[in-house]
C-alpha cells in the first residue's frame, strides 16, 4: 500500500472514533426518559406528588389524610384496569404468533378501548372526589392542582425527544 491509502485510512479511523465519541456524548446527554403513563409512576413520585397536591391545595391534616384515602383508591382501581388491559394485549399480540383465525381481535381492541375509557372516567371521577373534600376557599387552587396532575399523568415534559421516523 503507498502512502496515500495509508494516510486516507488512518484519517478515516480518525473521523470514525470522533464520530463514535460524539455519538455516545450525545447518548448520554440526552438519555430517553422511560414511557410511563398515569399509575406507572413510582411509589416516591406519586407519593412526592401528593405532598406537592397537597401543599397546592393548601390541605389541612383532616384533608390531607381523606386525599392520601382517595389516592390510594384511585391507584387500586387504576391498577387492577391497568392489569385486565396487560392480559387482553398479551392475547391481541400473541395472534401474532398464532396461525389460527384473528377474527376476534377487533372485540379484544374494543375491550382495551372500554378499559381506556373506563380509566379516564375513574380519573375524572377522582378529581371529582377530591374537589368535595375542598373548602370554598379552596376552590381557587383546583385548577392549578388539576393542571400539574394531568401533566404528571400524562407526561407531559419539554425534555422527551422526538419520537424516531419510520423509514
Same mark, same amino acid.
Given at each position: 500500500m503507498n502512502? =496515500?491509502?495509508i494516510q486516507?485510512?488512518?484519517?478515516a479511523l480518525i473521523a470514525m472514533i470522533l464520530l463514535n465519541i460524539g455519538l455516545l456524548t450525545f447518548l448520554v446527554i440526552n438519555k430517553? $426518559?422511560?414511557? @410511563? +403513563? %398515569? #399509575?406507572n409512576l413510582p411509589p416516591s413520585e406519586r407519593k412526592a406528588f401528593r405532598e406537592v397536591a397537597a401543599h397546592i391545595l393548601q390541605l389541612d391534616? $383532616? $384533608? =390531607?389524610? $381523606?386525599? &392520601?384515602? +382517595?389516592?390510594k383508591k384511585h391507584n387500586q382501581?387504576? @391498577?387492577? &384496569?391497568?392489569?385486565?388491559q396487560k392480559k387482553i394485549l398479551k392475547v391481541y399480540f %400473541?395472534?401474532?404468533l398464532e396461525k389460527s383465525d384473528t377474527t #376476534?381481535? #377487533?372485540q379484544l381492541i374494543g375491550e382495551v378501548n372500554k378499559l381506556e375509557k373506563e380509566k379516564i372516567e375513574v380519573t375524572y371521577e377522582h378529581f371529582e372526589e377530591v374537589k368535595s373534600i375542598l373548602k370554598e376557599n379552596q376552590y381557587i387552587d383546583y385548577e392549578e392542582f388539576v393542571d400539574k396532575a394531568l401533566e404528571k399523568l400524562l407526561l407531559e415534559t419539554k425534555k422527551n425527544p422526538p419520537h424516531p421516523k419510520d423509514f
Open positions: 502512502d =496515500k491509502h486516507f485510512y488512518k484519517w430517553p $426518559q422511560p414511557h @410511563r +403513563l %398515569g #399509575n391534616e $383532616q $384533608q =390531607k389524610s $381523606q386525599f &392520601i384515602e +382517595l389516592t382501581q387504576m @391498577r387492577a &384496569i391497568e392489569m385486565k %400473541g395472534k401474532l #376476534n381481535a #377487533n
